[in-house]
Nanobody
Framework: QVQLQESGPGLVKPSQTLSLTCTVS??????????WFWIRQPPGKGLEWMGA???????YYSPSLKSRTSISRDTSKNQFTLQLNSVTPEDTAVYYC?????????????????WGQGTQVTVSS
């Protein structure tokens, strides 16, 4: 059973960089054909697909966030990270990491095999 756990600051100031880490257990982020995702849910809104990193380290980003987003990984720690630059209050959301055995841009929970519990990030001065 794959388990994912998000970690990072719960409060970020406007214009700063939001950095979150997803720690994976019960599976390897380099396992063939496994894909790893960041998804967020702003208050009162639906899920928003942010980006993905593949088992081989390739990355994909939402066009609307691409200029501000970077996803990377540390294979020695079995972790992958999200960096979102120049945040504004509109970036306030619950941020989730998730995984699937296929590439997907689904915006519903059943589009993924495993989810982290989510972490609340508030952007405020």
């Amino acid at each position: 059973q794959v388990q994912l756990q998000e970690s990072g600051p719960g409060l970020v100031k406007p214009s700063q960089t939001l950095s979150l880490t997803c720690t994976v257990s019960g599976g390897s982020i380099t396992a063939n054909y496994d894909y790893w995702f960041w998804i967020r849910q702003p208050p009162g809104k639906g899920l928003e697909w942010m980006g993905a990193i593949t088992y081989s380290g390739s990355t994909y980003y939402s066009p609307s966030l691409k200029s501000r987003t970077s996803i990377s990984r540390d294979t020695s720690k079995n972790q992958f990270t999200l960096q979102l630059n120049s945040v504004t209050p509109e970036d306030t959301a619950v941020y989730y990491c998730a995984s699937a055995r296929r590439f997907t841009i689904a915006t519903r929970r059943d589009g993924y095999d495993y989810w982290g519990q989510g972490t609340q990030v508030t952007v405020s001065s």
